[in-house]
């Protein structure tokens, strides 16, 4: 126990101090998950199988009340946010602008409409109907157990959504009980199986039960009360999705994809040695870990981790730099090479070079190509138009009363 408090303490830190880049919805799922899992061990002992400390009834049920508001809060979300996904058409758009497509996404998004109409559908059942299992009988949880993890993992086939669905797995298996996956486990002599149903023969009721047993529900009136806001919130017609209404994040309201975008735009960082202003200075495009670039390159597949600078690309693409002041720090940034902004590019054309004397972004309208076409057989798996400008050509002179007006360091050459 105290080994994952200190873990929970970490990352609750790490969250805060991240700022914008941890300004995701899944921080605050995993501090939850995180602060849910402090009590499920032993205060002392790392041992496998601790003795008496049998698995408490009141985390199991605030996990399968964790699964039940992701999902109802997504549902709702949906619902309640684009008409698309009241008319069945959402799926239509969904693979192709995702944050970051992975290969199957091409495939999948090529596929009739008709079963883009029942993928939707399907989103709905398990969105607004399958979480009430998990608030049923045995047998409905366990019906429920296995539709969210059946829904996560295509959701993991289907995108690099980063560890979202992992994470969203954890839960549910507490919608499982002993019983019901004992058939995963040898019940040889001294196998796990054997060993938790000699600890559960030998259970007492000693003392200490006693005092655990205060300890949760204590523990389960403080959730019951900290989720007040949270079903107040997915009962308002104003619903917020991805919101902490206490500071530590113990008991939060979810949702995703409540508006889905119809076309994919990407911004495109390019340096140039020349006058930017010349028709024919020659401009090298930079190249991000896994968001789309090099119409040739094929979509990367790198779930459960998460490029972090590449999702917040694609958020900078539905608006201008001016609401993105981090985008101008980051092209000052390429203008002197900086390692550690280089280190989260797949490509720097400047590489081993120096550094470059202007940098600019571009505005992109991407689609993947029609499989089966003169594009797709020539390698390409994304085509691509220009839109305009995003960001005009800077240099690191013209960014430096920028730069120091916003409070931060100057960058400078390395050697």
Known sequence: MLIMVMLWVIYHSLANVGQRWYSFGWESQLLESGFLAIFLCPLITIQRLPQETPTSGVVLW????????????????????????????????????????????????????????????????????APWFLLLSRRCRITGGIIQITFQVVLIISGNLSFLNWLTILPSIACFDDRSIQWLFSSRIGSIRDQVSSLKAKAVRGKGYYIRRVFNLSLGALLVYLSIPVVQNLMSSRQAMNTSFDSLRIVNTYGAFGSITKERTEVIFQGTYDNPSHSKANWLDYEFKCKPGDTERRPCLISPYHYRLDWLMWFAAFQSYQYNNWLVHLAAKLLVNDPGVTSLLQKNPFFNKKPPRFIRAEHYLYKFTKIGSKLAKRGHWWKRKYMGSYLPAVSIETLKDYIKGQGWPVPRLHP
């Not at 946010?81 to 058409?89: A, E, P, S």
């Not at 992975?102 to 409409?113: A, D, F, G, K, R």
Request: hydrophobic fraction near 40%; include cysteine; proline fraction near 6%.
């Open 62 to 129: 605030a996990y399968r009340w964790l699964v039940f508001r992701i999902m109802i809060g997504a549902g709702l979300i949906k619902i309640r946010g684009d008409q698309c996904w009241r008319d069945l058409t959402c799926m239509n758009y969904h693979y192709e602008t995702q944050p970051v497509p992975n290969p199957i996404s091409y495939y999948l998004h090529q596929t009739p409409e008709i079963v883009h109409k029942f993928e939707t559908l399907c989103n709905h059942f398990v969105e607004l109907i």
